[in-house]
């Protein structure tokens, strides 16, 4: 039987092969030509393309698929903007939600209200009608509890991050967490997963890699999702993050025994790690030691698995580099930089640190919307840490200019699928410093993810390649800088201006192919598609 050809014609192919091709073979899963239309070959369907661009199809480098279709189909408190709003928001839900009905909510953040105050837990109560009801954080590494659900939950009461007001943090919010999402029943829980898969296709995102791990998620929920990659939705790479765990990362079925395996918190609820204290006080919190971090990344070596650790202040980083220096000391440097081993987040770095990225091999899995919704002088990081080092923080231009091996995501739902959007916070960093290019920062975001987990050959449109792709209508904005990819020296002058990105209508996903399978078409699969003259 021959294998099946489509031919993508009419538009602009972003491609090395051709820097003027507008037509793309698709032949079964693999890129069969590109070129000019005027020298396409013949094929058994055609598309119109219109004048959109092609790209190869975004990577979201670090996701967590439940908690996003909940976000994205439930309460979602993003924005709300005081205590009042917030109550309001869970009691509107409350009316409208079963009698015995877990209250899920996500996404609020104190640092953008006027009036920073919290409600408590007997409010909270009040307003979810005596349900439990579990309000997770921006940062998702703290939330805020009803009395009902801190009752439902004895052992967070014994545990550090325990505060009777009902915002709790490290192991209280787990105990909390793991009780409020035992609630989600397992047909429940793939269908979420579905939605935020469905959204993630929507957004030209053929691939993501969900970071699970006992205090993140369950065994159940993570096989769930990895259940489901491929099957006519984006593909799931998993990462398990449980400390010396990568034997039962390998049963569960991970490409690695890392992703969210805590050195510490995060920034927004006060639990990164910090040489330096926070403006209010403390450092926050570490969690492993570097002969724990040595030894889980020998078990990786042991297992054939690449490991990785969640890292935000630069006391934790500094942790995690000394454990991978005393790896390289006992495996070598070559032996570990083969192994692509990740750090998540990597916020606080200062340069001593980002030579040992380079000299490990590190992948550094980061995601430029932080920047852009908490960097610069007056947003959470500064309010948090002080201006001079928030403007220090997620130097990705310094970080890709030596060499360090990017991967971005959006750790949604902590920031939402949004690849364009994180292609354009990264070319304009708050510190001009640290900005770089629009063509390097989309390599980030889709060789860089592919890289990560060994797909090597994803990620670039040549003869041969993977057929994964995106299909966008680029509108321009106002001073032509959209689209990014096709007018390379305008976007390049318009980055190195201080300041936001100017407003510009994004690039609009049409269609999303993976592996030449369609996962997303915003008319229906068949639209656009004639039989060959």
């Not at 999702?225 to 099957?231: E, P, T």
């Not at 030596?402 to 920031?415: E, I, K, N, Q, R």
């Not at 800088?481 to 980055?495: C, G, K």
Request: charged share 20%.
């Amino acid at each position: 039987m021959a294998t099946p050809t489509t031919l993508y014609r009419g538009g602009r192919i972003h491609t090395p092969a051709d820097p003027n091709a507008t037509a793309l073979l698709v032949t079964g899963d693999s890129v069969g030509w590109v070129g000019p239309d005027a020298d396409a070959p013949r094929a058994d369907r055609t598309v119109d393309l219109a004048g959109c661009l092609v790209t190869p199809a975004f990577v979201d480098a670090h996701v967590h698929l439940t908690d996003t279709g909940l976000a994205h189909t439930g309460l979602d408190l993003s924005g709300v903007r005081s205590a009042g709003e917030l109550l309001d928001a869970v009691a509107e839900a409350a009316r409208h939600a079963l009698p015995d009905a877990v209250l899920l909510g996500h996404g609020w953040d104190e640092s953008t209200w006027s009036d920073p105050t919290l409600p408590d837990a007997d409010a909270l109560d009040r307003a979810a009608g005596g349900r439990l009801a579990y309000l997770s954080q921006a940062s998702m590494h703290s939330a805020l509890c009803s009395r009902a659900l801190l009752a439902a939950a004895p052992d967070a009461a014994g545990a550090a991050g325990y505060d009777p007001s009902g915002w709790v943090r490290r192991d209280a919010h787990h105990a909390v967490r793991s009780v409020a999402l035992g609630s989600v029943k397992a047909t429940q829980r793939a269908e979420l997963q579905r939605a935020a898969l469905r959204l993630a296709a929507s957004r030209g995102v053929a691939a993501v890699h969900e970071c699970g791990g006992p205090q993140i998620s369950s065994e159940e929920d993570f096989t769930s999702a990895l259940a489901l990659s491929g099957d006519g939705l984006p593909e799931v790479y998993g990462y398990w993050g449980e400390l010396f765990g990568a034997d039962r990362a390998r049963q569960l079925g991970a490409v690695g025994a890392g992703g969210d395996l805590f050195a510490d918190g995060a920034l927004g609820a006060r639990t990164a790690h910090l040489r330096e204290p926070y403006l209010d006080g403390g450092n926050g919190h570490g969690y492993l030691t570097a002969e724990q971090v040595r030894d889980h990344l020998l078990q990786c070596h042991e297992h054939q698995l690449s490991g990785g650790f969640h890292a935000i202040g630069d006391a934790a980083i500094a942790t995690v580099l000394a454990g991978f220096g005393a790896v390289a000391e006992k495996l070598g440097a070559e032996r570990l930089r083969a192994a692509r081993h990740r750090v998540e987040h990597a916020e606080l770095v200062d340069r001593q640190m980002v030579a040992r990225f380079v000299e490990y091999g590190i992948v550094a899995s980061m995601q430029p919307a932080f920047d852009r919704l908490w960097g610069g002088e007056h947003q959470m990081y500064a309010q948090r840490i002080g201006p001079q080092r928030s403007l220090a923080a997620n130097p990705f231009g310094a970080m890709h200019s030596v060499g360090v091996a990017l991967a971005f995501g959006s750790d949604t739902p902590v920031t939402p699928v949004d690849p364009w959007g994180a292609v354009l916070a990264a070319a304009y960093h708050h510190n001009p410093a640290y900005r770089m290019s629009v063509r390097a920062a989309f390599a980030a975001h889709t060789r860089g993810g592919w890289r990560a987990v060994g797909q090597d050959r994803h990620g670039v449109l040549v003869p041969g390649a993977p057929a994964t792709f995106a299909v966008w209508h680029t509108p321009a904005g106002r001073d032509g800088t959209l689209p990014v990819l096709v007018e390379p020296e305008v976007a390049a002058r318009a980055a190195a201006r201080p300041g936001p990105p100017p407003a510009a209508e994004p690039p609009v996903c049409r269609r999303t192919v993976l592996r030449g399978m369609v996962i997303f078409d915003a008319e229906g699969e068949a639209d656009g598609e004639v039989a060959a003259s």
